[in-house]
């Protein structure tokens, strides 16, 4: 088990270079001058703009740029943004908590509305209850995120006003919960089909016909042996979903006003402000990787026949 | 086994999301940056706008809605009772530390204008009010004595002198110190040396502009000279009569000395001589600044609150959705999605008037039957034709002011009636027939186009004044769209464009020079008809060494009535900003630069 935990996280190094030269090289391929940017739509001060581009070595060509900047990370120097001259360990490190708050409500909404729904939908296969979900939940994927977003804010937050109708700087636990709904709304439309459909067809699986034949409760069934197996694919479904929903919030994040992750990629890359970009994608990345190896571990916890060595 | 096996797929599905995620995040990378690194349409404006011509199709700016009608200084005469509540404001996150000469956008300069104060402020019209300064004076308009009021200091308890200033300047235009805002200070005597860099020697830019690495000659300007500590004197390189009514912006704030021996921190905390202060936390990046006033000042921007918060803001949407949620006292821009609504929804807290944004098109002098006497006819003709009011009301829903003249309604000095400008009031007729006199000169042939980047929502009033000219001159007209604005200005710069263009206009600071000089003087940077009289000229050089502002803004209003006989761009409207604020505050109004005087409103 240790073994198997320590090998794949060996295997995040490649990937750690990967992803960083990747983006890197991406950031680096933008159009346009970002130093140029800088200026707006003044003309550029030749000796000012030289005088940045030499300070931030973005005169040096690209391979240079990335190997110090890999130099940099090894000793813990994430580097300094030119456009902003701050830090990009202080943009990301004040941007993160906020996304992983407001991740972590969404994959806990979708994880125990959509779970709880799609269960009741599966174990009523055919009946109102299922009809009316597989239809609502058509609905809700079929909806893009921005009309949903702009739909419950003006609704929720402006009508009624019964939650903030932006998250704001600090953004507390409160005014997270309507950029949350949003941001899960999708997934859980998702999560509530897949477990309806695992549910309904492990209730037709041999080994449930047998703990029947047993003579075992009815309950009993659905919860130890019908649930437990139905949750494989969902549990996937809703690791993989983590990563998505931290670095695919922009859209929310932009409506809400929420002050993470998303917003602040969207900006680093508008400035083609790669240190900023590369240091939040790699995290991306390792959330992403890291999620998904506590799903590979959670398989065997949900079924004892899969082990790791 | 089949639930292994089931695993195992289950696991490479897995793998092949990761993969995905990595892709898709590599994928967005590309897509937002290059449908976000375009030209200059959405630099909000800053008190700075643009030297290049504005892609106005953004321009959103201000005017005095209300005005409170007395004369220059609205708010010396009776301040309203002060307020303790604190203004909610939007703002953006400053793209740079907050250096007065490294800000050169409206996030950070909003914020600098609150907690520095300059020699000048504007008031709400534009007017030039002395702040800092006791008098500034010169005889040739290239010559300044500067002398200060006593009594001034930075919120550390330093006092501001005349060094203050200077020192402040010549930082700014040193070229080894990368200031954003260096070329504000280009008509000072000794800029070239302390900007110095030598040609063909630094790096090479990306878009291949040659490299030039800096070798100042000079540390100082010899252009400034410190008298003593309340007096100094600007000398520069050529008469600019209007060069006091720069100086309020921002580049042009003193700094304390503290400043100077650690930049990077002051950028993070900066101490400044203005109405406000940073209080609460700081700069609280990517979310808020809290700004409290200052007890140290004693200029004329009162503050009327106990302090403003600017809450950073991406769109304009979630703004809008505060402001209507009660969580934002004042916006100073409303949505695309909410332009339709925003009158109704605020009613007399919605603000739209003219901003400092000029927008026209222009005919190439070189263009068949649009230069001599006849051009002259023809372009009258084309601009009776225009029913302007109608443009702006039904395809700006209003948010677009018809033009009067070459400028804009928030420069000082600016008339809605100068003599000659009933050549923008619509009139069929006389079109008709001035048309008719031009095809006496010459027939008409072909069809008269204008050129519009069909990336920037002008199709829609092009097609507009197209289909006027057409019916009412009863000539052949259309747009002829480029894909996007930098194609349009390449097409232009080159002087390949076959036909009218589209053109706009954001001025740097509230001078009538500003919206003249650049655009239609022999030879002028961006005078792209390549317009050209020895008349305006003449008038352009005498009203720039005038000895005051006045008599300079006399000459350009007389230069303005040989534009409106020679129509080298045909004036359309000017840009509104659109605004608003909520029932919790009052006497909110906005500043020639489209930003609003915080420091004026009060909190209910």
């Known amino acids: 088990m240790l073994w198997y935990i ?15 030269f990747l983006i890197y090289f991406l950031v680096f391929k933008l159009p346009g001058d970002p130093v140029a940017a800088l200026f707006g739509d003044k003309p550029v001060n030749p000796a000012v703009a030289a005088q940045i581009r030499a300070e931030y070595h973005l005169d040096r060509p690209f391979i240079v740029q990335y190997l110090l ?39 806990a909404i979708e994880a125990v509305f959509g779970i709880t729904l799609g269960v009741i939908a599966g174990l009523r296969k055919g009946g109102i209850f299922d009809s009316t979900i597989l239809i609502a939940s058509l609905v809700v994927i079929a909806v893009p995120v921005f009309v949903m977003g702009f739909i419950l804010q003006f609704l929720v937050g402006i009508k009624l006003g019964w939650l903030s109708p932006t998250a704001g700087p600090n953004a507390p636990l409160k005014n997270l919960i309507l950029p949350a709904i949003v941001l899960a ?109 506590l799903v590979d571990l959670l398989y065997a916890v949900l079924d004892p026949r899969i082990r790791y060595v | ?173 040193l070229a080894t110190n990368a200031q954003l805002s260096a070329s504000f200070f280009e008509p000072i005597v000794g800029y070239d040396d302390v900007s110095f860099c030598e040609e063909g020697k630094g ?3 990306e878009d291949g502009t040659p490299g030039c690495l800096p070798a100042p ?27 006091p009514l720069r100086l309020g912006y921002s580049a042009f704030f003193p700094l304390p000395k503290a400043a100077f021996s650690d930049m990077k921190a002051f950028g993070e905390a900066p101490i400044g001589n203005g109405p406000y202060m940073i209080g609460g936390d700081g700069w609280q990046h990517n979310a808020q600044i809290d700004l409290v006033p200052s007890p140290s000042y004693t200029g004329g921007q009162v503050p009327q609150n106990g302090g403003v918060t600017f809450t950073f803001y991406d769109g304009y949407e979630a703004a809008y959705a505060d402001l209507q949620g009660g969580n934002l006292d004042v916006i100073d ?24 944004v000029f927008q026209s098109f222009t005919i190439p002098q070189k263009l068949a039957h649009f230069s001599g006497e006849e051009g002259k006819l023809r372009r009258q003709a084309i601009s009776l034709a225009i029913n302007r009011e109608e443009v702006t009301s039904i395809i700006f829903s209003s948010t677009r002011t018809p033009a009067k003249d070459f400028t804009s309604p928030v420069i000082a000095g600016w008339s809605d009636s100068l003599p000659g400008s009933d050549v923008l009031n619509f009139d069929a007729a006389k079109a008709k027939d001035l048309w008719a006199q031009a095809d006496a000169i010459s027939p008409w042939d072909g069809k008269f186009t204008i050129g519009y980047n069909s990336d920037g929502g002008h199709k829609e009033w092009v097609d ?57 003087s022999t030879g002028a940077g961006s005078n792209d008809g390549d317009y050209s009289s020895a008349d305006f000229d003449k008038l352009m050089k005498e009203g720039a060494s005038a000895a005051t502002v006045e008599e300079g803004t006399a000459k350009f209003s007389e230069a303005q009535q040989i534009l409106f006989k020679d129509l080298p761009a045909i004036p359309l409207w000017y840009a509104n900003v659109t605004g608003g604020s909520s029932t919790a505050v009052s006497n909110v109004e906005f500043g020639w630069n489209s930003v609003p005087l915080y420091y004026e409103i009060t909190k209910n």
């Open chain 1, 69 to 107: 900047y890999l130099k940099g990370t090894l000793h813990l120097d994430f580097g300094t943004s030119f456009a902003t001259r701050r830090p990009a360990i202080d943009s990301i490190s004040q941007a993160f908590p906020v996304t992983v708050k407001l991740g972590l409500m969404a994959l």
């Open chain 2, 1 to 173: 086994m089949r639930r292994t096996g089931r695993a195992g797929w289950l696991k490479g599905v897995a793998l092949v999301a990761v993969a995905g995620l990595t892709l898709a995040a590599c994928g967005s990378d590309n897509n937002s940056g290059s449908t976000s690194t375009p030209p200059p349409t959405a630099t909000a404006p800053t008190s700075a706008g643009s030297t290049a011509p504005t892609d106005a199709s953004t321009g959103e700016s201000t005017a005095p809605t209300g005005d409170t009608g007395s004369e220059t200084t609205g708010e010396n005469t009776a301040p309203p009772a002060a307020s303790t509540g604190i203004v909610l404001a939007n703002g953006t996150e400053p793209q740079n530390p907050l250096i007065p000469t490294n800000t050169n956008e409206v996030g950070g300069g909003r914020i600098l204008d609150l907690i520095f104060s300059g020699l000048v402020y504007y008031d709400a019209k534009g007017a030039p009010i002395n702040e800092v300064a006791d008098s500034i004076e010169s005889t040739d308009g290239q010559n300044y004595t500067i002398k200060l009021k006593s009594g001034w200091k930075f919120s550390n308890g330093e006092d501001v002198t005349a060094s203050s200033f200077v020192d402040a300047w010549n930082y700014g235009a």
């Open chain 1, 185 to 293: 709304s999708l997934s859980m439309a998702y999560v509530i089909r897949l477990t309806r459909a695992s549910v309904a067809e492990n209730l037709s699986a041999d080994f449930v016909r047998t703990a029947t034949a047993k003579g075992l409760s009815r309950r009993r069934v659905n919860v130890v042996h019908v649930l437990r197996n139905s949750m494989i694919p969902v549990v996937t479904f809703l690791g993989a979903d983590l990563g998505a929903l931290m670095g695919g919030a922009i859209v929310t994040e932009g409506i809400f006003n929420v002050q993470g992750i998303g917003r602040l990629l969207y900006n680093s890359i508008r400035a083609s402000d790669s240190v900023v970009v590369v240091g939040t994608v790699t995290l991306l990345v390792v959330v992403f990787l890291i999620s998904n190896l």
């Open chain 2, 333 to 356: 821009n409303i949505p695309p999605n909410a332009l339709a609504t925003f009158q109704t929804d605020l009613g007399d807290r919605a603000v739209n008037q003219p901003a400092a």
């Open chain 2, 203 to 205: 790096p090479v830019g």
């Open chain 2, 464 to 520: 507009a004044v197209c289909n006027q000219i057409k019916n009412n001159l009863g000539i052949d007209a259309e747009g002829n769209p480029y894909a996007s604005f930098a194609e349009l200005r390449a097409d232009v710069t080159d002087r390949k464009i076959k036909g009218g263009f589209r053109t706009g206009w954001q001025a740097d600071y509230p001078g009538m020079y500003n919206f003249l000089f650049p655009l239609y």
């Open chain 2, 217 to 243: 000659k000079a540390q100082t300007m010899t252009g400034l000279k410190v008298v003593s500590d309340s007096e100094f004197t600007v000398a520069l390189t050529s008469p600019q009569s209007d060069f």
């Open chain 1, 6 to 20: 320590g090998r794949r996280l060996i295997q995040t190094i490649p990937v750690f270079i990967g992803a960083t």
